[in-house]
């Protein structure tokens, strides 16, 4: 049967990066067998504009039966001054919120071409390949209760006010992220290290006992070790290899996941995925997207890089398709246009030079795939 995607280009410079990943998909169809089943529809601003809200509810129910959604990126200053229910935003965080999208993927992969773009130094992060995967849909964020409060007349309260936040987890939602972190370390190092502080919250206790005990009672082959998440904070930035998959909260992969993407340098360069409970086909429900924005500075100039983009179609293969070999050679082509010398203007060094357009990038990369 055809894999059936669903393709959101949104607005800004998701349609100009999209456009490149199509050529892609093309390209795998024409030349390894695959067949997709591909359809087009709107999201964010896009939307807005053609039928009032970011999201239309056919579109959401289309996004619920395929095998994967691809999304560029929404937003743009067009629409800064609507309601908030309006907001291009709300047409993502809606697709995340009833697609139950739990697991959040962040790759750092560094590209040998572009290791001086990293923040460390090269010989740290030649070869790097890590995952991070960030439980998304619960944690400090959603916790209840939360709120801002009056102290009473507290004299030892300057200003008087409280701010709080609940850092809640069930046992149920740690062990699905926790599944999710296993099945996918099984397609790459087999190695698991869960991130959380134990020593100092009692839903870190709670993680670390869930995490071993999904770890023992079904998937005893992965390896797995555990680490407080200040130590893993300064583990990624002096050894980041000694890393496959690590996985933690909400709030702590946040931070973990940012400070990762400084490993590989360009935002144009960082793909990401979200996943959610297995379908009835066995596949996730899951939607890949690049991490960067819609970049309104740079939109309808030719000027964005597609990699992310592209990278993230790749992890589409090797997590909702596996085709995990047709991903790595996918990647390999990235890494042979990049070894090249191509170059968008984001991937420009001090030293300068001709950047290539957003359609070229593409092009050479469907070129380098045909070439191998
Ligand atoms: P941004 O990621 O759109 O841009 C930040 C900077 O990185 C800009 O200078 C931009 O030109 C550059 N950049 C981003 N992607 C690039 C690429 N592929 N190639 C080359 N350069 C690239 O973030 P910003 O400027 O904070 O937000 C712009 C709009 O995007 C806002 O409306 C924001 O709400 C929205 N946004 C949407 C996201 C999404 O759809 N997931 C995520 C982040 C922001
Ligand atoms: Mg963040």
Request: hydrophobic share 40%.
């Amino acid at each position: 049967a055809p894999y059936s995607l669903l393709v959101l280009p949104g607005d800004g410079i998701g349609p100009e990066v999209m456009a490149e990943v199509v050529k892609v998909v093309d390209w795998f169809q024409a030349n390894r067998g695959m067949s997709f089943d591909v359809s087009h529809d709107l999201v964010g601003g896009s939307a807005y504009d053609t039928h009032g809200v970011p999201l239309a509810d056919e579109t959401m129910a289309k996004a619920q039966q395929v095998d994967a959604v691809l999304l560029g990126a929404v937003g743009g200053p067009k629409y800064d001054d609507l309601d908030f229910s309006l907001k291009p935003e709300r047409g993502l965080l809606r697709l995340r919120k009833e697609m139950d999208l739990f697991a959040n993927l962040r790759p750092a992969q560094c590209f040998d071409a572009l290791a001086d773009f990293s923040s460390l130094k090269r010989e740290v992060v030649t070869g790097l390949d890590i995952l991070i995967v960030r439980e998304l849909t619960s944690g400090v964020y959603f916790g209840e209760p939360r709120g801002i409060h009056d102290d009473g007349n507290n004299p030892e309260n300057e200003g008087g006010r409280v701010g709080i936040n609940t850092q809640r987890y069930t046992s149920g939602e740690i062990r699905r992220v926790a599944r999710s972190a296993f099945e996918l370390a099984k397609r790459r190092g087999n190695k698991v290290c869960s991130m959380e502080k134990a020593n100092v919250m009692e839903s870190g206790i709670l993680w670390r006992e869930e995490v071993q005990w999904v770890h023992d009672n079904e998937y005893p082959d992965v390896e797995l070790s555990h680490m407080y998440a200040d130590n893993g904070a300064m583990q990624l930035v002096r050894n980041p290899r000694q890393f496959d998959v690590i996985v933690t909260d909400n709030l702590f992969g946040d931070l973990l996941s940012d400070a990762a993407a400084m490993l590989t340098g360009s935002l144009g360069m960082l793909p990401s995925a979200s996943l959610g409970a297995p379908m009835e086909n066995g596949r996730p429900k899951a939607l890949y997207e690049p991490v960067h924005g819609s970049a309104p500075d740079i939109a309808g100039q030719g000027k964005a890089n597609p990699i992310a983009c592209i990278l993230s179609f790749a992890m589409a293969l090797r997590y909702s398709f596996d085709q995990g070999d047709a991903a790595a050679e996918l990647e390999r082509a990235v890494e042979k246009v990049l070894a090249d010398g191509a170059r968008t203007a984001d991937l420009m060094g001090p030293e300068g030079g001709t950047p290539v357009s957003t359609s070229e990038m593409g092009d050479r990369i469907v070129a380098a795939l045909s070439t191998r």
